[in-house]
């Protein structure tokens, strides 16, 4: 059992920022795609359709990165708040308890396991059919360049 005693403030909120960021860009997005959309099926424009849809579809990429750079500011700092807090909190009360599993070892664990047992005996009757078919394949190579050769 391990328990995280510390947060980093500064690896949080790098983290929460990049997540919320990429969340409003793409609700933002999603919100100027649907209000295109609803302009178009209503025909509340004048003018060319495509018109239309370029100039919305800049806006929404621009309301798109002004709602990401808000949203990842905001998510900044909400990150490095809930560490403060955090930390706080955990100094006092104990941290978050996680149980940790190596996977490395655990892989190979199942792997020894699953892996069926080969005899020697059987090592060795693998061997003589693959020199077997090895004189097999040199004979019809020569075959073939003698053909090559006729």
Do not use: H
């Not at 980093?8 to 919320?20: E, F, Q």
């Not at 693959?130 to 190579?141: H, L």
């Amino acid at each position: 059992m391990k328990e995280i005693k510390k947060i980093k403030n500064l690896s949080l909120a790098n983290i929460t920022a990049v997540v919320y960021g990429l969340i409003g860009f793409f609700i933002a997005l999603g919100v100027a795609i649907s209000a295109m959309t609803n302009i178009i099926i209503q025909k509340d424009f004048e003018g060319s359709v495509i018109v239309v849809t370029l100039f919305n579809i800049g806006t929404g990429i621009l309301l798109g990165l002004v709602v990401a750079i808000v949203a990842g500011i905001l998510g900044w700092i909400i990150g490095f708040i809930s560490a403060v807090l955090y930390n706080m909190f955990a100094a006092r009360l104990g941290g978050i308890r996680v149980e940790l599993v190596d996977v490395a070892r655990k892989i190979k664990k199942e792997e020894d396991v699953s892996a069926p047992s080969i005899s020697s005996e059987e090592v060795g009757s693998v061997q003589g059919e693959n020199n077997k078919e090895q004189d097999e394949g040199e004979d019809n190579s020569q075959q073939a360049s003698d053909f090559n050769n006729f």
